[in-house]
Structures are given as structure tokens and as C-alpha cells.
């Protein structure tokens, strides 16, 4: 498994960004897709984007007291993250983060992943499958790049996403914290699909 994860990993970061929007296009016809750099997403469209994160995720993270505006605006908008943002007459209804990456396994094994960031939805488009697609469309991209596993860390205080990524065959992933003695004292859960 981990054959050549640096090198798939690799190449998957060479991958350009019309191929992934048209991945992503291809399940969400009713939007108008649109994939680009993290850091490279005009400031119209960061103000945006970040208003739609803060409206999802700014309460549960600030009543744990784990809010960390910067911190989150440089990891959304960085060179290394594709942002995938799913309009419809121009107006930003959701969007996925994503890189491409090595993560380290169990036993030291390196798996090449796409590692999913960030999935948002914008309150009033929620239970139209706009979320699963989005996963299929990772599922695909993990696939046709001959990478391992789509990743992605939720936090504990999210239940309904621990729950919707379950409910879309993820797992608690081999070095999910709960595997480990005291893990169940983090308040996040790494997942993954094959
Ligand atoms: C988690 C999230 C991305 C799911 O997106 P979505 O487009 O609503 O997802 P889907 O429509 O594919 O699936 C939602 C599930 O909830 C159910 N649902 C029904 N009504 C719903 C509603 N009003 N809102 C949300 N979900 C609803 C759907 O039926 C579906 O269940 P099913 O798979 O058993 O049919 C979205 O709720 C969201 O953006 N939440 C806030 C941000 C967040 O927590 N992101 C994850 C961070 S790691």
C-alpha cells in the first residue's frame, strides 16, 4: 500500500485544478463549479467563503473555546488547498477543501490520500445531497489518482458530521485517536474511505 505514496502524492499535486472541477461538476450539475489554489481565490470570493464557514462552524468551536479565526483562514486559504465552491446564480452555496497528501499509518506505512479539509453547506441547501456528492466526487478523485484513502479529521463536538461521514462509508481510521489508550480523551476522530 504505501509503494510509491510519495510519488502518487506527488503527481496528484501536479493534478490541475480543470480536472477536479470537472469531476466535481460532473455529480453537481445544478451548480456551477468552480476549483481553484487556496491562496490564489480572489478576496470577493474568500470574504465569502470564510462567511460561509464562520456561519456553519464559528459557534461550536468558540462555545469549546477552540476558535482560532487566523489559524483556520490560513489553513482554507493555503497554497497547498484546493477549494472547490459550488455556485448557483452566483451565489457561493457550498464548498469543499481539500489537499493532496501523505499521511503516516500504523507500523510507519505512508498512504498517498486526498485529504478533505473543510465540506460546507450552506444552511438552507442542506439534505439535498449536496454533501454526499461532494464525497462521491472525492471518492472519485482518490480513485482516478491511484491514491489510498480520502481523509479528514471532525471534531467530536460535531456529532451530525461524525455521523454524515459514517453514514457515507468512512471509518474511524487506523490511527484514529479511540484505537489508542487515552485516545478517547481527544475531541476529534480522523476517518477514512477506500
Ligand atoms: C455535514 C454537511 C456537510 C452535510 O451536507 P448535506 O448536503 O446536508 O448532506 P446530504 O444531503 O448528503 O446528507 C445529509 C443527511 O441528513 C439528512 N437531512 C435531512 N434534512 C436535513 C437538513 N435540513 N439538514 C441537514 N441534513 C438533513 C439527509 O436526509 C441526509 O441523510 P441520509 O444520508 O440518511 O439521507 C452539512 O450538514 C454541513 O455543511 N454542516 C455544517 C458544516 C459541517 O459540519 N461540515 C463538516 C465539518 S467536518
Redesign the pocket.
Given at each position: 500500500m504505501s509503494d510509491f505514496a510519495e510519488s502518487r502524492a506527488s503527481f496528484a499535486c501536479e493534478t490541475n485544478n480543470k480536472a477536479v472541477n470537472e469531476i466535481f461538476q460532473s455529480r453537481l450539475q445544478d451548480f456551477q463549479v468552480r476549483t481553484e489554489i487556496g491562496s490564489q481565490v480572489a478576496s470577493n470570493d474568500k470574504a465569502s467563503l470564510f462567511s460561509l464557514y464562520e456561519g456553519?462552524?464559528k459557534p461550536?468551536f468558540e462555545a469549546i473555546g477552540e476558535y482560532d479565526r487566523d489559524e483556520k483562514y490560513n489553513e482554507i486559504f493555503n497554497e497547498e488547498s484546493r477549494i472547490v465552491m459550488l455556485e448557483q446564480k452566483n451565489h457561493l452555496k457550498?464548498f469543499v477543501s481539500l489537499r493532496f497528501d501523505t499521511e503516516e499509518g500504523e507500523d510507519d506505512r505512508i498512504y498517498a490520500v486526498v485529504y478533505?479539509y473543510?465540506?460546507?453547506?450552506?444552511?438552507d441547501?442542506?439534505?439535498?445531497?449536496?454533501?454526499?456528492?461532494?464525497?462521491d466526487a472525492l471518492n472519485t478523485l482518490t480513485k482516478h489518482l491511484k491514491l489510498d484513502k480520502t481523509m479528514?479529521?471532525?471534531?467530536k463536538y460535531?456529532p451530525?458530521?461524525v455521523k454524515?461521514?459514517g453514514?457515507?462509508q468512512f471509518i474511524f481510521d487506523e490511527i484514529d485517536p479511540s484505537w489508542y489508550e487515552g485516545g478517547e480523551d481527544e475531541n476529534y476522530h480522523i476517518m477514512s474511505r477506500v
Open positions: 456553519n462552524m461550536t457550498a478533505l473543510e465540506l460546507q453547506v450552506e444552511k441547501c442542506r439534505g439535498k445531497k449536496i454533501g454526499k456528492r461532494c464525497i479528514l479529521t471532525v471534531s460535531n451530525f458530521a454524515f461521514y453514514n457515507n
